[in-house]
C-alpha cells in the first residue's frame, strides 16, 4: 500500500508517521501512539467517543483521514489537565456526576472545551447543538449539560454549586452527593478498557459470522485465509478442545459453530493474525458451504405446530405459569373486563463500548483472561470449560466497562481471545466492530402480550389474565428468567386477588434475547400501565385514582402471592409525583401540537431470588500504614461501585472515603461477588463489604481496647483515628497494635440475603422490590404524528439513597433509556437479519431528546438493606415507555399499542382516534 509521511503536533509534541491513503486519526493516536483515552465507539463516526480537537475544531478522529494531518495541532484529553491540575470541564464533570461508565467522557469533553473556546457564554441550546452528535447510554445527558454550564461559570468565576436532590439527613459519608473517585481517571482518558489494552508480540483476532440465519454447517475450507498475509492461525470448532458449547445458564451456544447456524451473528470461524485488518480480511477468504434451512424469524411462527425445529429439544425455550387465586370467578365478580393486545420489539443495548477481550498466557501457563463483563466468575468457569482446563488455571479481570446495562453477562469474546492465546502462546485482542457488536450479542425479548383485566365499578382489580409470547431468540441466554419476570411482573405494582398468567419464550432464528435493564419487565409494564389507563377510564377513574385503589402496600399480596412486610413506597411515589405535577400548568394545545400528561408506576424485584444462591463475599483489608482496601468480585458497568462502597467503608471505619481503594472483579484476588445484574450490588456486595469493615474495625477495636483498658464500645473511629475520651491513635497505629497481637487486618465476609422460594412455592420469591411512579409531560404533533418529552417527573423509593448523586444519576440515565425505548428504538429484523446495525440507523436519544427530568428520591428503608438502601439500577426505565404512551393518549386521543411510538404509528393510532385528532 503507498505510504506517505505527515508532521503535525499532537498535545504540543510533534508527531511524525508513516500513513496510508485510509489511515485515520484515530488509529494514529490509538494504536500507534496509545493514547488510549480517545475511544473507538463505532469506528463510523456516529457515536462521538472518538472526539479529539484539530486546529481548534472538534472532530470524530476515526473518520478524519490522517492526510488532512500536515501541520496540524491535534489536542486530546490526555493533553487537558496541566501540571496535575485537571481542566475546568474536567473538574466539573466529576464534581456534578457526569462520569458514569466514563466511555464516553473524554470525547463528551473535547466538544466541550471547544464548545467553551468558541463561546464562553453557552446557552442551554448551544450545548446541545455541541453535543448532539456525543451519545452518552448511562447518564441520560442531564449532568453533561449541568457540568459545562458549571464550567462555563467557573470560568467567569461564579461557580455553579452541584445540584443536589433533597435527602434525608446524611450519615457520616452514607447519605452524601460525593462525587467518584473514578471519575478523575476518566475525565483525564487514564482509565482503561479491554480495547486499550497493548501487550509485546500481540496478535488481533477476528470472527467470521454465519451467512444464513439457520443453515446445515457442511464444510468450513480456511485452507486459502491460512496463506494470507500476516495470519498465524485460523480455528474452527474441532480446535476447540473442551466444551463446544457455552451458555451462562444452559449451555446451547456453540463457541465456533459445528453441525448448524441458527443465527447469522453465530461464529463460524476465528482468525488469528499481525493486526486487525489482516485479521479481518483473512475472514473473507474463508470458504463455508451451507444447506440453508427455512427461517423461524418469530415467536409466533416458532410456536405453530409445523414450525421447523430449531434446537433437537424443540423450540420451546421455557413455559412459565404464575397463578393466584380463581382467575374465572374473579372475572365473573368484574363490572368492566377490557381486553387489549401490546407488542414490544427486539431492542439493543447500545452500549458506547463495543466488545472487547484480551487473553495472554502468564509465566506460570495461568490464561489471563482482562475483558469488561458483568459477570467475571461466569466468564472463568466458560472460559475453563471451553479450553478444557481447570477454573484455577484461568484468571479473569475485570477491566473499566463501557456501558452494559444487562447485554454484557454472555460470552461474547472472552472465550475466542482465550482460545486464541491458549493455541499460539502469545497474547491476544479481540474487538468487535459495532455492526459485530450490535448483530451478535443478546437483545431485549421482543413480546406479544394479549391482557386482559376485570375490575368492579369501584375501580378495583379483581382478575387479570395476560398470555405472553416472547422472541428469546437462537440459544437460551438467560431467557427463561427474563420472561419469568416478564410474567410475574404481568399484574404490574398492583394486588390483584385472581391472577393467571402464561408465558412460552420461544427460540426462533432472530439474535439471541437476554437480560437487558428492567430484565423483562419493561415489556410486561407497557401492557398493564396502559390497561390501567383503559380502564380508569371506563371506570371515569383518574389515572392517580385506579392505581391508589390497587396499589401495593405493607400487606400486600404480589401476584405471586407474596405478602409484602415492608419497605413499600409505592404510595408516596403517586402522592410525591402528583404534587409535583401540580406545580405546572395545565397542557394548552399549540396548533397542531396537542400536549398532555401521562403517569406509569413499577416495581421491580431487587437481586435474584427465586431460590438462586444470591450471595456476595467481600474483603476490607487495612495495612499497617492505615490504607484501607476493598476486594469484591462485583462488576462496576457505570453504576457507582467506586463511590458506594467507599462511602460504606468509610461509615464503619471514620476515614476519608477516597483514600479506599477498591478492587474489584479479579477472580484471583477477589471473592465472588455473584452477577451484576437485578439491581442487586449495592444491596448484597454493599452488605458483605459492610459487615467486613465492621468485622475490620472489630479487630482494631479488640486490641486499641485492651491497650487502654476500655471496653471496645467506647472507642470512636473517625477522621482516621480511633478515639476515646481524650485519648487518641492513629488507624495506622491501630493496626500496628492489632498486627502485633496477632489480629488479622484483613477481613472476610459474606452476605447472603432473606431465603427466597422459586416460582409457583409458598412463600418469598424475592427478598426487596424498589417502587417507581413517573409522570411524562408530552407534546404529539397531530399532523406528522412526531412526539416529544417536555418533561418526566420520577419518583422512587429507594429505601436509601447512599449517594443521591449517583442514585439521581441512574434515574435520569434510565429515563432518557426509557424514551428511546418509547419513541425511537426497534431493531428491524427480516428473516432473521438485523437491518439496523449501526448507530445512526439504530437510534438511541441524543443531548437533543432530553426534557426535563425531576428526580424524586422516596425512603422507605428495607430492613435488610445496607443502611435501608435497596437497588435502583433497573427501575428508572421501567415506567418510562407507559408514562409517555399513556401520555400521547390523554394529549391527542391516540391509543399505541406496539413501542416505539413512531411518527407513523402515531398517526395510525390517530386516525382510529377521530375526532380529538384533527389541527385546531
Ligand atoms: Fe456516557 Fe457511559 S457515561 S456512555
Excluded at 347 to 371: N, Q
Excluded at 553 to 579: F, H, K, N, P, Y
Excluded at 777 to 785: F, I, M, P
Amino acid at each position: 500500500m503507498p505510504t506517505d509521511r505527515v508532521s503535525f503536533y499532537v498535545n504540543d509534541e510533534l508527531c511524525e508517521v508513516e500513513i496510508g491513503p485510509h489511515t485515520t486519526l484515530l488509529e494514529i493516536l490509538r494504536d500507534r501512539l496509545h493514547l488510549t483515552g480517545t475511544k473507538e465507539g463505532c469506528g463510523q463516526g456516529h457515536c462521538g467517543t472518538c472526539t479529539v480537537i484539530v486546529n481548534g475544531k472538534a472532530v470524530r478522529s476515526c473518520t478524519f483521514l490522517a492526510k488532512r494531518l500536515e501541520g496540524a495541532r491535534v489536542r486530546t484529553i490526555e493533553g487537558l489537565a496541566k501540571g496535575g491540575e485537571l481542566h475546568p470541564v474536567q473538574r466539573a464533570f466529576v464534581e456534578h456526576g457526569a462520569v458514569h461508565c466514563g466511555f464516553c467522557t473524554p470525547g463528551a469533553i473535547m466538544s466541550a472545551v471547544a464548545l467553551l473556546e468558541a463561546n464562553p457564554h453557552p446557552s442551554e441550546e448551544d450545548i446541545k447543538k455541541a453535543l448532539e452528535r456525543n451519545l452518552c447510554r448511562c447518564t441520560g445527558y442531564v449532568r453533561i449539560i449541568r457540568a459545562i454550564e458549571a464550567a462555563a461559570q467557573a470560568q467567569r468565576a461564579m461557580p455553579l454549586p452541584p445540584s443536589i436532590p433533597e435527602i434525608k439527613p446524611p450519615l457520616r459519608t452514607v447519605g452524601r452527593p460525593l462525587p467518584r473517585p473514578d471519575a478523575e481517571a476518566k475525565v483525564k482518558g487514564e482509565a482503561l478498557f479491554a480495547a486499550d489494552l497493548y501487550f509485546d508480540n500481540m496478535l488481533y483476532a477476528a470472527v467470521l459470522r454465519s451467512a444464513y440465519a439457520h443453515a446445515r454447517l457442511l464444510k468450513v475450507d480456511t485452507s486459502r485465509a491460512k496463506s494470507m498475509p500476516g495470519v498465524v492461525a485460523v480455528l474452527t470448532a474441532e480446535d476447540v478442545p473442551g466444551s463446544k458449547v457455552h451458555g451462562v445458564s444452559r449451555p446451547d451456544w456453540p463457541v465456533l459453530a459445528y453441525d448448524k447456524v441458527r443465527y447469522v451473528g453465530d461464529a463460524v470461524a476465528l482468525v488469528l493474525a499481525e493486526t486487525e485488518a489482516q485479521a479481518r480480511a483473512a475472514t473473507e477468504a474463508i470458504a463455508v458451504e451451507y444447506e440453508p434451512l427455512p427461517v423461524v424469524s418469530s415467536p409466533e411462527e416458532a410456536i405453530a405446530p409445523d414450525a421447523p425445529q430449531i434446537h433437537e429439544g424443540g423450540n420451546l425455550l421455557k413455559h412459565i405459569e404464575v397463578r393466584r387465586g380463581d382467575v374465572a370467578a374473579g372475572f365473573a365478580s368484574a363490572d368492566v373486563v377490557i381486553e387489549r393486545e401490546y407488542r414490544t420489539p427486539t431492542t439493543e443495548h447500545a452500549f458506547l463500548e463495543p466488545e472487547a477481550a484480551v487473553a495472554r498466557l502468564d509465566e506460570h501457563g495461568t490464561l489471563v483472561l482482562y475483558v469488561g463483563s458483568q459477570i467475571p466468575f461466569a466468564d472463568r468457569r466458560q472460559v475453563a470449560a471451553s479450553l478444557g482446563i481447570p477454573e484455577e488455571q484461568v484468571r479473569v479481570v475485570h477491566t473499566w466497562v463501557g456501558g452494559a446495562f444487562g447485554g454484557k453477562e454472555d460470552i461474547a469474546g472472552q472465550i475466542h481471545a482465550a482460545l486464541g492465546a491458549w493455541v499460539t502462546h502469545r497474547p491476544v485482542k479481540l474487538v468487535y466492530s459495532r455492526q459485530e457488536s450490535i448483530i451478535s450479542h443478546p437483545k431485549r425479548h421482543a413480546t406479544v402480550i394479549r391482557l386482559k383485566t376485570g375490575a368492579r365499578r369501584d375501580g378495583r382489580l379483581v382478575a387479570l389474565e395476560a398470555h405472553i409470547l416472547g422472541d428469546t431468540g437462537a440459544y437460551a441466554s438467560l431467557g427463561e428468567h427474563v420472561m419469568t419476570r416478564t410474567a410475574t411482573h404481568a399484574a404490574g405494582p398492583y394486588d390483584v386477588p385472581n391472577v393467571f398468567i402464561e408465558c412460552n419464550a420461544m427460540y426462533t432464528n432472530n439474535p439471541p434475547a437476554g437480560a437487558f435493564r428492567g430484565f423483562g419487565v419493561p415489556q410486561s409494564n407497557f401492557a398493564i400501565e396502559s390497561q390501567m389507563d383503559i380502564l380508569a377510564e371506563e371506570l371515569g377513574l383518574s389515572p392517580f385514582a385506579i392505581r391508589r385503589i390497587n396499589a401495593l402496600r405493607v400487606g400486600g399480596t404480589t401476584a405471586t402471592g407474596q405478602v409484602l412486610r415492608e419497605s413499600v413506597g409505592l404510595m408516596e411515589t403517586i402522592d410525591r409525583v402528583e404534587a409535583e405535577m401540580a406545580k405546572y400548568p395545565t397542557p394548552e394545545p399549540n396548533g397542531e401540537w396537542r400536549r398532555g400528561w401521562g403517569i406509569a408506576c413499577a416495581y421491580k424485584n431487587v437481586g435474584l431470588g427465586g431460590g438462586v444462591d444470591d450471595s456476595a463475599g467481600a474483603v476490607v483489608e487495612i495495612d499497617e500504614e492505615g490504607n484501607v482496601s476493598i476486594y469484591t468480585g462485583a462488576a462496576e458497568v457505570g453504576q457507582g461501585l467506586p463511590v458506594i462502597l467507599p462511602q460504606i467503608v468509610a461509615e464503619e471505619l471514620g476515614v476519608d472515603y477516597r483514600q479506599v481503594k477498591v478492587v474489584l472483579g479479579d477472580t484471583a484476588l477477589t471473592p465472588d461477588g455473584g452477577p451484576t445484574t437485578a439491581s442487586r450490588q449495592s444491596f448484597i456486595t454493599g452488605n458483605a463489604v459492610r459487615r467486613a469493615a465492621i468485622q475490620a474495625r472489630e479487630s482494631l477495636s479488640g486490641a486499641v481496647a485492651e491497650a487502654w483498658d476500655v471496653p471496645p464500645a467506647m472507642l470512636v473511629f473517625a477522621d482516621g483515628q480511633v478515639r476515646a475520651g481524650e485519648r487518641t491513635m492513629s488507624l495506622a497505629e491501630a493496626a500496628r497494635l492489632a498486627k502485633a497481637e496477632g489480629r488479622s487486618l484483613r477481613a472476610h465476609a459474606s452476605y447472603t440475603p432473606p431465603k427466597t422460594v422459586p416460582l409457583g412455592q409458598p412463600g418469598d420469591m424475592h427478598f426487596a422490590f424498589g417502587y417507581a411512579t413517573q409522570a411524562a409531560e408530552v407534546e404529539v404533533n397531530v399532523r406528522t404524528g412526531e412526539v416529544r418529552v417536555r418533561r418526566v417527573i420520577a419518583a422512587h423509593d429507594v429505601g436509601r439513597a447512599l449517594n443521591p448523586i449517583a442514585v439521581s444519576g441512574q434515574i435520569e440515565g434510565g429515563v432518557v433509556m426509557g424514551i428511546g425505548q418509547a419513541l425511537l428504538e426497534e431493531l428491524v429484523l427480516h428473516q432473521g437479519v438485523p437491518q439496523n446495525t449501526n448507530l445512526r440507523t439504530y437510534r438511541i436519544p441524543t443531548v437533543t431528546d432530553v426534557p426535563e427530568i425531576v428526580p424524586i428520591l422516596v425512603e422507605d428503608p428495607a430492613a435488610d438493606g445496607p443502611y435501608g438502601a435497596k437497588g435502583v439500577g433497573e427501575i428508572p426505565s421501567i415506567p418510562t415507555a407507559a408514562a409517555i404512551i399513556n401520555a400521547i393518549y390523554h394529549a391527542c386521543g391516540a391509543r399505541v399499542y406496539r413501542l416505539p411510538a413512531t411518527p407513523e404509528r402515531v398517526r395510525e393510532a390517530l386516525s382510529a382516534a377521530g375526532a380529538r385528532s384533527k389541527p385546531a
